[in-house]
C-alpha cells in the first residue's frame, strides 16, 4: 500500500457491498480518465487505501473489474428511467420521460459514456456489448407501451419492433455524438428534437398525402404537434 495518501481509505467496518461499490467507484474514474490498458490496479489500490489483494478479492481481474463496472452503468440507467417513469400512467408520456431519462443520465455522466465506449473497443472477443445487453433485456418493456398506443389509435399500426429499433439507435446516436463532438447543447435538447422526429417526421401532412403515406392518419385521436412542449417541458 502506498503510504502518505491524501485519499481517505475505505474502513474496515464497512460492510462488502459499500466497499464494492467504493471500488467501482474509483475504477470507473480510473478507465474513464486513462483507459483500460493503461489503467493501474495499484494505483487503484492506493487511492483507496487498500492493498491489490482487497481489490482481487471482490474482482478476480482488471477485467471483471471492468466489466463489472459497465455492467453497473447499466443497472443505474434502468433505475433512473425506472424512477423517472413511477407514478406515470399514459404510455406515451412514459417513453418521453423515458427518453429524457436516458440522455441526461449520459449528460451527467460522461465517465460512463466512456466505459462503455471502450468496452466495444478493448473487449472484441465478447458476443454482445454490455450495452446491448441490458437493452435486449428491457426492450419487451417499450414494445408493449407502443402496442398499447397503436391499440389506442395514438400511433401508426406499424412493426413495433420497428419503432423500438429506430428510437433507441436515435437515442444512443445522440448519446455517442454529444459526447465525441463536445458540443454545448443539452441533452434535454437532444431528447426534444428526437421525440419531435420521430413522432412527427419532417414531411408536412400534404406532402405525406402526396406521398400517399398520410391515409391512416386523418381519424382517430392521434398525437398532436403541440404535446411535444407539454410532455417534455419541466414540470412546474
Not at 182 to 210: C, H, K, Y
Amino acid at each position: 500500500m502506498s503510504q502518505g495518501t491524501s485519499k481517505k481509505p475505505i474502513a474496515e467496518s464497512k460492510g462488502c457491498a459499500e466497499r464494492r461499490e467504493e471500488i467501482l467507484d474509483a475504477a470507473t474514474r480510473l478507465f474513464a480518465a486513462h483507459g483500460f490498458a493503461n489503467a493501474d490496479t495499484q494505483r487503484l489500490a492506493d487511492e483507496l487505501g487498500v492493498g491489490k489483494g482487497t481489490l482481487y478479492r471482490y474482482f478476480p481481474s482488471k477485467r471483471d473489474l471492468f466489466l463489472a463496472a459497465a455492467d453497473r452503468v447499466m443497472l443505474r440507467l434502468r433505475d433512473r428511467i425506472d424512477a423517472s417513469t413511477e407514478g406515470v400512467d399514459d404510455p406515451l408520456e412514459q417513453i418521453t420521460k423515458a427518453v429524457g431519462a436516458y440522455l441526461d443520465f449520459f449528460g451527467e455522466h460522461s465517465e460512463y459514456v466512456e466505459l462503455l465506449t471502450q468496452e466495444r473497443a478493448q473487449f472484441k472477443d465478447r458476443e454482445t456489448p454490455t450495452y446491448f445487453v441490458h437493452r435486449e433485456k428491457s426492450v419487451q418493456r417499450w414494445r408493449d407501451l407502443y402496442r398499447s398506443l397503436i391499440a389506442e389509435g395514438r400511433v401508426r399500426d406499424i412493426p413495433v419492433r420497428r419503432i423500438t429499433d429506430v428510437v433507441l439507435a436515435a437515442m444512443y446516436g445522440s448519446m455517442t455524438l454529444k459526447y465525441f463532438s463536445g458540443r454545448p447543447e443539452t441533452f434535454a435538447t437532444s431528447a426534444e428534437d428526437i421525440l419531435d422526429v420521430v413522432f412527427f417526421g419532417i414531411l408536412t401532412r400534404s406532402e405525406r398525402q402526396n406521398h400517399g403515406m398520410d391515409q391512416e392518419e386523418t381519424s382517430g385521436p392521434g398525437v398532436h404537434p403541440h404535446d411535444i412542449d407539454q410532455l417534455t417541458s419541466p414540470t412546474p
